[in-house]
């Protein structure tokens, strides 16, 4: 039996133990994400730069990128949700006049059952400028080889839109924040800068660590009160 107690208290203490220090780890990752989130909003509130004057590659810049929309040369980023509903993200290459890189500006998120398949020509807008933020396309792991036909990608990268475009495009591209007629997609929203749920996971394994501990001790105070009841009754 004292075995047996020695056993589960030493488990007990380990556990605590381990979840003290994931409880920690959350912590650390609650402050990297408040530093993240700060240091985006700072971002975000600087001043509209247009796109070719940019010079921090860095992302989240807002931007402003003018010249004519390529919407022959659409691309459909398939496989994207919105509140639950299956849709596409529409990229589209906006040419410059002052250079012959095209920039990708995800216009937006529009509604398709299957989340690959929508009417293009729907979805055209009567613009020659979009402002938003900037990013960068994904260049260390290669889409598959997109189907030029069907002018689709599953996965996002620099790459893949490249092979789909008879022109050189940016690395960098825009996310459209402006206001959206009644024929355009769906905005996406401001990237997210809440502190996001690592303080509630901290709490968490912090309660988990003071379970495993009041375990143990109930379990020592009841096995050294079980030994005097029987030394008391020898």
């Known amino acids: 039996m004292r075995f047996k107690v020695s056993v589960f208290v030493a488990v007990a203490v380990v556990l605590a133990a381990l979840f003290v220090r994931l409880g920690f780890w959350q912590l650390d990752r609650l402050a990297e994400r408040r530093a993240r989130s700060a240091e985006l909003i700072a971002r975000l509130a600087e001043p509209v730069t247009a796109f070719e004057q940019l010079r921090d590659t860095s992302g989240f810049r807002r931007a402003t990128v003018a010249g004519t929309p390529d919407y022959e040369h659409d691309i459909l980023y398939t496989g994207r949700s919105r509140n639950g509903s299956p849709g596409v993200y529409i990229l589209t290459p906006v040419r410059r006049p002052s250079s012959d890189t095209a920039v990708i500006v995800i216009r937006g998120w529009v509604y398709a059952p299957d989340a690959a398949t929508i009417d293009r020509a729907r979805w055209r807008e009567t613009r020659a400028s979009f402002n938003g933020y900037v990013?960068?396309?994904?260049?260390?792991?290669?889409?598959?080889?997109?189907?030029a036909s069907e002018r689709k990608l599953r996965h996002l990268s620099f790459h893949g839109v490249q092979e789909l475009l008879p022109y050189p495009v940016s690395a960098r591209y825009v996310v459209a924040l402006d206001s959206a007629s009644d024929g355009a997609p769906a905005r996406l929203t401001m990237?997210?800068?809440?502190?996001?749920?690592?303080?509630?996971?901290?709490?968490q394994w912090f309660a988990f660590a003071a379970i495993a501990l009041i375990g143990a001790a109930i379990v020592l105070i009841q096995g050294f009160g079980s030994r005097g009841t029987g030394s008391t009754g020898a």
């Open 135 to 147: 990013n960068s396309l994904p260049t260390d792991s290669p889409s598959p080889e997109p189907r």
């Open 191 to 203: 990237p997210s800068v809440d502190a996001g749920p690592h303080l509630g996971y901290a709490i």
